[in-house]
């Protein structure tokens, strides 16, 4: 099981974060991914910079590939994600990934478009993958119906066409995804839900590599990591529809009020205990997952990375 490093957008400054991601290949980070956001989960996070910009820089001054997690159809026209998705795969072959899901409100609202039904924004991302396939493929591509694409076509062309992979959280998803995917990415849950969530997709003919992010709490004290914890992530524990439908920062973290520590450590593995990161790990590999993507949610990576790189990561070194 390879381990990667999770850039996140929405709460590092991109700036500081391109210093980081360069920071966790020198500390033995085999890979990389991030957020892409137009709006963070929190006031406390405050940031949110373009994630294309930064992929461009990112793999531009490392050797780690990388993915993002990006939603077409709304805000993201398909056709001008085909370009940029097919931009990078030129620039850097086979070093590029996307994942593409129906997004959330908190990043979509913006255009002023109604926010749609989830059957709705599901049917419409099928409909964005099938377009920026194509379009990926060198067709010009003419197409009617929850998007609308008039003659479009990439000129610049990729080779290898960077994979396009399927985010899910739960099981129905994942089975649905695998129509199309060329790998999984999915986000921490407990145990069982992850080994039902990758049997659901396996089972419905997935193929390609199963990578999980995991949210986690580390620091030199039990009390120190509960504290980064609450204090960055409270307002990232909702599940679906909260999470996918809710609209303004200012609402995530009047909610988040109302989230105590033993709340945030169901979603994030809290623990000063190293030893207890390496067996955490070691469930996913059991699990059957290929890559796993460590997120630290506190805003600052420098001592996480060090010390994952010196401590953690050598036990899983092919």
Same mark, same amino acid.
């Given at each position: 099981?390879?381990?990667? +490093?999770?850039?996140?957008?929405?709460?590092?400054?991109?700036?500081?974060?391109?210093?980081?991601?360069?920071?966790?290949?020198?500390?033995?980070?085999?890979?990389?991914?991030?957020? &892409?956001?137009?709006?963070?989960?929190?006031?406390?996070?405050?940031?949110?910079?373009?994630?294309?910009?930064?992929?461009?820089?990112? *793999?531009?001054?490392? /050797?780690?590939?990388? /993915?993002?997690?990006?939603?077409?159809?709304?805000?993201?026209?398909?056709?001008?994600?085909?370009?940029?998705?097919?931009?990078?795969?030129?620039?850097?072959?086979?070093?590029?990934?996307?994942?593409?899901? $129906?997004?959330?409100?908190?990043?979509?609202?913006?255009? /002023?478009?109604?926010?749609?039904?989830?059957?709705?924004?599901? #049917?419409?991302?099928?409909?964005?993958?099938?377009?920026?396939?194509? *379009?990926?493929?060198?067709?010009?591509?003419?197409? &009617?119906? *929850?998007?609308?694409?008039? #003659?479009?076509?990439?000129?610049?062309?990729?080779?290898?066409? =960077?994979?396009?992979?399927?985010?899910?959280? $739960?099981?129905?998803?994942?089975? !649905?995804?695998?129509?199309?995917?060329?790998?999984?990415?999915?986000? $921490?849950?407990?145990?069982?839900?992850?080994? #039902?969530?990758?049997?659901?997709?396996? @089972?419905?003919?997935?193929?390609?590599?199963?990578?999980?992010?995991?949210?986690?709490?580390?620091?030199?004290?039990?009390?120190?990591?509960?504290?980064?914890?609450?204090?960055?992530? !409270?307002?990232?524990?909702?599940?679906?529809?909260?999470?996918? @439908?809710?609209?303004?920062? @200012?609402? +995530?973290?009047?909610?988040?009020?109302?989230?105590?520590?033993?709340?945030?450590?169901?979603?994030?593995?809290?623990?000063? &205990?190293? /030893?207890?990161?390496?067996?955490?790990?070691?469930?996913?590999? %059991?699990?059957? +997952?290929?890559?796993?993507?460590?997120?630290?949610?506190?805003?600052?990576? %420098? #001592?996480?990375?060090?010390? +994952?790189?010196?401590?953690?990561?050598? &036990?899983?070194? =092919?």
């Amino acid at each position: 099981m390879r381990i990667g +490093f999770h850039a996140s957008h929405e709460q590092i400054s991109p700036r500081q974060l391109l210093a980081d991601v360069q920071h966790a290949e020198r500390a033995g980070f085999a890979m990389a991914m991030c957020s &892409d956001h137009l709006a963070p989960w929190s006031t406390r996070q405050g940031h949110s910079g373009y994630a294309w910009a930064w992929l461009g820089a990112a *793999l531009a001054t490392t /050797g780690l590939s990388f /993915g993002t997690v990006s939603a077409p159809g709304q805000r993201y026209h398909p056709a001008v994600h085909a370009q940029r998705i097919a931009t990078l795969g030129q620039m850097f072959p086979g070093r590029f990934w996307v994942a593409l899901g $129906s997004g959330e409100n908190a990043n979509e609202h913006v255009t /002023g478009q109604p926010w749609p039904a989830k059957e709705v924004r599901t #049917r419409r991302l099928e409909e964005s993958v099938d377009v920026i396939r194509r *379009l990926l493929a060198g067709e010009e591509v003419t197409h &009617d119906g *929850l998007v609308t694409v008039d #003659r479009a076509r990439v000129w610049e062309r990729a080779d290898p066409a =960077p994979l396009l992979v399927g985010p899910a959280v $739960s099981v129905a998803s994942a089975a !649905r995804v695998a129509r199309w995917a060329d790998g999984l990415v999915t986000v $921490s849950q407990p145990v069982d839900t992850l080994r #039902r969530v990758l049997t659901a997709y396996r @089972d419905a003919g997935g193929a390609g590599t199963a990578a999980l992010q995991v949210h986690l709490s580390w620091a030199p004290t039990q009390e120190e990591a509960q504290r980064v914890a609450h204090e960055q992530w !409270r307002t990232n524990v909702f599940g679906e529809p909260v999470n996918w @439908d809710t609209a303004t920062v @200012d609402a +995530f973290d009047v909610m988040g009020e109302q989230v105590g520590p033993e709340a945030v450590a169901r979603s994030v593995r809290v623990s000063a &205990d190293l /030893g207890q990161h390496r067996a955490w790990l070691q469930e996913y590999a %059991e699990l059957g +997952f290929d890559d796993v993507y460590l997120h630290f949610v506190g805003q600052e990576q %420098e #001592r996480f990375l060090d010390t +994952f790189g010196e401590h953690v990561l050598p &036990d899983f070194q =092919p």
